[in-house]
């Protein structure tokens, strides 16, 4: 069975600070990642997304992740975040064989608070 | 407006009644799901439906019920309300050409809180 593990429940930092929110995933096919942010009382929306090619992913707002196949990880990063960046991040998983339905498993979240 | 949208935002209800929340999204998307996130859980699957009058369970189905008697709405109840099922719920839609590569869209969410 699949599952995602987000390794930090929250991450506090500086304003102008780079940030890395770490994520890891076990599944036995292979699989499509994805990072959704969600902003206060407002639903998910995605970040970005690795299928194939490139392990280095570029996504929205400055956000980057990389895939990593021998460590299970697909960590996500910003070299300089800002308060607006103040969010929820939600790491998930698709498998690509075993499920005819591409649901989304999701890590626990991790809350990125961003201090001025 | 297009997009997916959930009613009621907020609720609140006594234990053992029933609760309906209401899904709507104006894409024809084919697959439809409903989350529930809880903290340090996540979101879990609570079920999902791959085109109408079709639906199958996820992570989390007890105690809730669904039905799809059309694309364009997915409605959860909760048949007889309990504490546990206090949380935040959410709607997601996708096309079906785009389920394992695509965007999951997401309603705003319903807050649920059952005393």
């Known amino acids: 069975a699949q599952s995602v593990t987000q390794l930090d429940s929250q991450v506090p930092v500086f304003e102008e600070a780079p940030v890395e929110l770490r994520c890891n995933y076990s599944s036995s096919v292979s699989v499509y990642l994805f990072w959704y942010v969600q902003y206060p009382n407002q639903g998910l929306q995605l970040l970005l997304k690795y299928l194939s090619g490139s392990t280095l992913v570029k996504g929205i707002n400055g956000f980057e992740a990389e895939f990593n196949k021998s460590q299970t990880s697909f960590h996500l990063r910003k070299p300089s975040v800002h308060i607006s960046d103040t969010a929820e991040y939600f790491c998930?998983?698709?498998?690509?064989?075993?499920?005819?339905?591409?649901?989304?498993?999701f890590g626990q979240g991790t809350t990125l608070q961003v201090k001025p | 407006d297009a997009g997916i949208t959930q009613s009621p935002r907020y609720k609140i209800t006594e234990t053992g009644r029933q609760v309906t929340l209401m899904c709507h999204q104006t894409?024809?998307?084919?697959?439809m799901f409903w989350y529930r996130q809880d903290l340090g859980h996540g979101l879990r699957l609570i079920y999902y439906s791959a085109a109408a009058d079709i639906t199958d369970k996820g992570e989390v189905p007890d105690g809730y019920v669904v039905s799809r008697s059309k694309t364009e709405n997915f409605p959860l109840t909760l048949e007889s309300a309990t504490r546990s099922q206090t949380s935040v719920y959410f709607c997601?839609?996708?096309?079906?050409?785009?389920?394992?590569?695509?965007?999951?869209?997401f309603g705003e969410g319903s807050r649920l809180t059952v005393l």
């Open positions: 997601a839609s996708i096309h079906s050409a785009d389920r394992y590569t695509g965007e999951l869209f």
């Open positions: 998930a998983v698709s498998d690509r064989g075993s499920s005819n339905t591409g649901k989304l498993i």
């Open positions: 894409w024809s998307h084919s697959y």
